[in-house]
């Protein structure tokens, strides 16, 4: 949630995923692939998107959900306007 997406956000979900990380406010921002869930495709889908031409879902920053069809929440973020 520091409004940008890099190699620090897969590294947190790998983290949250398999090492006891404590979990983000907003799930739905950790659904990195947009398939209504939070797992290993997450951290890939970021990792393609950041090294090789791979591309996720609107928004990257703040904002809603635009296919909000999942049971994922999210706690507004008070940095975004």
Known sequence: LDGGVD?????????ELFSGQVPLTCADACDANDDGGKDIGDPIAILAFLFSGGTIPAPTLC???????????????????
């Open 63 to 81: 904002g809603m959900d635009p296919t909000d069809l999942d049971a994922l929440d999210c706690v507004i973020d008070p940095s975004c306007p």
């Open 7 to 15: 190699i620090g956000d897969a590294v947190f979900l790998l983290a």
